[in-house]
């Protein structure tokens, strides 16, 4: 045995979730999409809600994965159950590139929840209104 013990302190789920969260948003940044979804996806799967959100727009966009916007609106729903305000407020910039699936009432009642949550980028939306002729 050395002089020095450098064992590697076991991560929790936790920290594990946020080191890859956060390894895969570097990707992003990077514009190295593929890439990034191994990382995220392995996080998003530990729980992490940002990545959980960062998924699903993954899937709706088909970005670094194949364009699945069943499946990424049903993480958005996941992400936002878990108290992601940017989940909240991503309905509303769905509904407005028109994303299937995304009505004006839900837009606007996502976004209601993270402006009170205090989102300033919510709040702001919340002032330009949502208009509801045609929204199921």
């Not at 299937?100 to 980028?121: D, H, K, R, S, W």
């Amino acid at each position: 045995m050395g002089l020095f013990s450098f064992r590697r302190k076991k991560q929790s789920p936790e920290e594990q979730a946020e080191m890859l969260y956060t390894e895969g948003m570097t990707l992003i940044a990077n514009n190295m999409w593929d890439a990034a979804y191994n990382s995220i996806r392995q996080a998003a799967d530990l729980g992490h809600r940002g990545a959980i959100g960062q998924l699903a727009m993954m899937h709706i966009f088909g970005q670094g994965c194949e364009q699945d916007p069943e499946t990424g609106l049903t993480l958005l729903h996941r992400a936002v159950e878990l108290g992601n305000l940017y989940a909240c407020y991503a309905f509303s910039v769905l509904y407005d590139h028109g994303v299937p699936g995304v009505t004006a009432q839900e837009a606007e009642a996502m976004c209601a929840l993270a402006a009170n949550a205090g989102m300033e980028e919510a709040a702001a939306r919340m002032e330009q209104g949502f208009d509801m002729e045609g929204s199921a």
